[in-house]
Structures are given as C-alpha cells and as structure tokens.
C-alpha cells in the first residue's frame, strides 16, 4: 500500500513538471506546434497526453497491481486453511 502512495505523489510532482516543462509557452510546446514538427493540435494532444494521462494511468496501474497482490494473497492464505 505504500506503493500507492509513492507513486500518487511521484505522479503529482511530475504532473507539475510536466506543466512547466511542455506546457504553453515552452520551447518543447512551441516546437511542438510549429509547422516543422506538427501543429497547434498536436501540441495540445501532447500536452495533454502528458499532464493528464500519463499520472493517471500510473496510478491506476498501481492500484491494479496492488489489488491483484492483496486478491492472490487472499486466495493462497484460503488454501492453506483448507488443507
């Protein structure tokens, strides 16, 4: 369960680093949404994909594997009472 916590707070912290560095106004934003490299979608996409999905799939990918621990834990603990 500490893994949860640890990788929430990693995910807030990078979150905001993320912001800062590809966020609008940025050099990497604004590469991004210059004609050589993309356009203003793009870097929107981008960001986006950056701040928002990224965090968030780390936290719920940990949780799914903690809950995943806790459920096989469960199930070998049952079978050892059984037997």
């Keep these: 369960m500490v893994a949860i916590g640890i990788v929430t707070t990693v995910a807030i912290f ?5 912001v800062d560095v590809v ?3 940025t050099a ?6 210059s004609g050589t490299f993309g356009s ?5 996409t981008y960001f986006e994909a950056v701040t928002v ?10 949780i799914a594997a ?4 806790e459920f ?3 199930r070998v603990t049952q079978q ?3 037997r």
């Design 53 to 62: 999905w990224v965090p968030w799939l780390a936290v719920i990918g940990v």
């Design 14 to 18: 990078g979150r905001r680093l993320a």
């Design 40 to 44: 203003p979608e793009l870097a929107a």
């Design 80 to 82: 050892r009472r059984v």
């Design 66 to 69: 903690a809950l995943y621990r």
């Design 23 to 25: 966020g609008p106004g």
């Design 28 to 33: 990497l934003y604004q590469m991004a949404s």
């Design 72 to 74: 096989r834990r469960q």
